[in-house]
T-cell receptor, first 117, second 115 residues
């Protein structure tokens, strides 16, 4: 597609429920990233995909968080047994293959605003 | 230590005036990239400008320029001739080395342009 698409744009869920957040990157972008933005905070790195593999999962805050990517395209971030502190905006970004130079910006989606009540 | 520090939580500027948003960074990697993003109320992160650590000249993109002071490890964003549509959150970010997987973001500066 023309841009990075995320769905849903808003999600309200009850504490303890599982949620799935979807990211559809720009066609041809092999790298995909998930970030979390809590209210009034900067972006917190969660996970990076190169193709379907995730060489860097260092930012996932707990084992309740997992992500997968299929077909080198769509990615799903799953949060199990949601807690109130999981409330945040979850942003996805994609780029071309990990660059040899550092002058590759990302293209971000508009995010999913997750509210756990 | 914080990789990216933005010390101005909020800034105000009169329409048509210039404004500088501060950013300092911390890295021991000689190769890095510095970025500024704009986040309007819609939530999307919009890429504004990039500065490479080896670039000799300050980056410019239209009304945006990056005041890069390598020795001070600062990368301030200058917006000239502010417009009402510039009101948004602005984030400074850094990517380390040629193989860095992630961006490090600051906490952002909220800019309000006053008519």
């Amino acid at each position: 597609g023309a841009g990075v698409s995320q769905s849903p744009s808003n999600k309200v869920t009850e504490k303890g429920k599982d949620v799935e957040l979807r990211c559809d990157p720009i066609s041809g972008h092999t790298a995909l990233y998930w970030y979390r933005q809590s209210l009034g905070q900067g972006l917190e790195f969660l996970i990076y995909f190169q193709g379907n593999s995730a060489p860097d999962k260092s930012g996932l805050p707990s084992d309740r968080f997992s992500a997968e990517r299929t077909g080198g395209s769509v990615s799903t971030l799953t949060i199990q047994r949601t807690q109130q502190e999981d409330s945040a905006v979850y942003l996805c970004a994609s780029s071309f293959d990990r660059p040899r130079a550092t002058n590759y910006g990302y293209t971000f989606g508009s995010g999913t605003r997750l509210t756990v009540v | 230590a914080q990789k990216i520090t933005q010390t101005q939580p909020g800034m105000f500027v009169q329409e048509k005036e210039a404004v500088t948003l501060d950013c300092t960074y911390d890295t021991s990697d000689p190769s890095y990239g510095l970025f500024w993003y704009k986040q309007p109320s819609s939530g999307e992160m919009i890429f504004l400008i990039y500065q490479g650590s080896y670039d000799q000249q300050n980056a410019t993109e239209g009304r945006y320029s990056l005041n890069f002071q390598k020795a001070r490890k600062s990368a301030n964003l200058v917006i000239s001739a502010s417009q009402l549509g510039d009101s948004a959150m602005y984030f400074c970010a850094m990517r380390e080395g040629p193989t860095g997987n992630q961006f490090y973001f600051g906490t952002g500066t909220s800019l309000t342009v006053i008519p």
